[in-house]
C-alpha cells in the first residue's frame, strides 16, 4: 500500500488527515505492545470524512501511523536522544517545537502518550531519513499541491487540517495533562494562520448544533497548518480536533452509532465551507 493517499478535488476546499493511519511498517521495530500504540492514532478520522471528495474536496490521508513518523511535525523537531549518531541536519530549538519534543512527540515519537518507551533501541540516522523520505515527503508534496491547486482555481482557499483528541488528556501528550477536552478544538495558532472571521464561523456552526468548541486551547495547530499557511493571500489553515468519545469506543477503538450525528454535522460544516468566501467576510 503507498504511504498516502491524494484525490484531488475541483472545489476551494482541502481536507487532510495526518494521523489516521494503521498501517506498520515492517522496519517499525517498535518495542511496545501494537495494542498501545494504536491509542496514539486518530482512528477513524479518515472514515468521518469519507463524504467529501464527491463534494469535490481535495483529500490527502496518510497510512503510516503517526508514532512512526508525525507528519504534523517538522523534519527539524528531532528528538537527538533516540539516535545511535549525531544527526546531519538541522536540529529546530525554538520552544514550542522543542517542547514537544521533551513530551517524546517529535517527528519520530520517543514514548506513548502515557510515557510508555517505543523502543529498546537505539535508532540509525539512515533508517530516519528513509522515513521521511518514503513518509514526510510525499504527505507533504501532496498538501502543498492540493493547496497550490485550490488556490490556483479559486483564487483562495481553506484548508482543514483533520484530527481527533481523546476525551481526557493524557500524561505525556500535551502541557495539560488530565484536562477534559471540549467536543471540538478549532485551532490557527493565534489567528495567524487564518482569518479571525473563518475561525469564529466554524466555532459558532459546531456550538450551534449542541457541541461543546474550544478555540486555540489547549491544541493551537502544528506544523502542516503552519507551513500551509497565508491568510493575506487568501490561503487559511484551521486545525480542527474531534473528541473521541463523540464517534468511538476510546478502550474497543471501535466506532460507535454515535458517529452518524457527528458525520452529519461535519457535512454540515463542509457545505457551510464550500459556500464561504472568506475574502468577504
Known amino acids: 500500500m503507498p504511504a498516502i493517499t491524494y484525490l484531488s478535488g475541483s472545489t476551494p476546499l482541502v481536507l487532510d488527515s495526518p494521523h489516521s493511519g ?5 522496519d517499525f521495530r517498535h518495542a511496545c505492545d501494537l ?26 490521508e496518510a497510512h503510516f501511523p503517526r508514532s512512526y513518523l508525525d507528519a504534523n511535525r517538522n523534519t527539524t523537531e528531532m528528538d537527538v536522544s533516540l539516535l545511535n549518531a549525531p544527526w546531519p541536519g538541522p536540529v529546530d530549538d525554538e520552544p514550542r517545537a522543542m517542547a514537544k519534543v521533551r513530551l517524546g512527540k517529535g517527528l519520530i ?3 506513548t502518550d ?6 529498546d533501541r537505539k535508532l540509525d540516522v ?23 491547486t485550490a488556490h490556483r482555481q479559486h483564487g483562495y482557499c481553506i484548508h482543514i487540517n483533520c484530527h481527533s483528541m481523546p476525551a481526557v488528556a493524557s500524561g505525556s501528550a500535551t502541557d495539560f495533562p488530565g484536562e477534559e477536552h471540549a467536543d471540538f478544538v ?3 495558532r493565534e489567528g495567524t494562520t487564518a482569518s479571525p472571521a473563518l475561525s469564529r464561523l466554524v466555532c459558532g456552526h459546531l456550538g450551534s448544533r449542541g457541541y461543546s468548541v474550544a478555540y486555540n486551547h489547549p491544541y493551537k495547530g502544528v506544523e502542516l497548518v503552519r507551513r500551509y499557511s497565508d491568510p493575506a493571500r487568501h490561503r487559511h489553515s484551521i486545525q480542527l480536533e474531534i473528541n473521541r468519545k463523540l464517534y468511538m469506543d ?12 457527528l458525520k452529519a454535522t461535519l457535512r454540515s460544516l463542509v457545505d457551510l465551507l464550500l459556500a464561504t468566501d472568506p475574502r468577504i467576510l
Request: aromatic share 10%; glycine share 4%; net charge negative.
Open 22 to 26: 494503521t498501517v506498520y511498517p515492517a
Open 35 to 60: 495494542a498501545v500504540l494504536r491509542t496514539a492514532e486518530d482512528t477513524h478520522v479518515e472514515k468521518l470524512y469519507d463524504f467529501a471528495p464527491a463534494l469535490g474536496s481535495h483529500w490527502v
Open 109 to 111: 515519537w520517543r514514548t
Open 114 to 119: 502515557e510515557g510508555v518507551p517505543l523502543y
Open 126 to 148: 539512515a533508517e530516519i531519513q528513509a522515513r521521511i523520505e518514503q513518509c514526510w515527503k510525499p504527505y507533504h508534496a501532496a498538501v502543498a499541491q492540493a493547496i497550490d
Open 186 to 188: 478549532v485551532g490557527d
Open 250 to 261: 476510546e478502550t474497543t477503538l471501535e466506532m460507535t452509532p454515535d458517529a452518524e450525528p
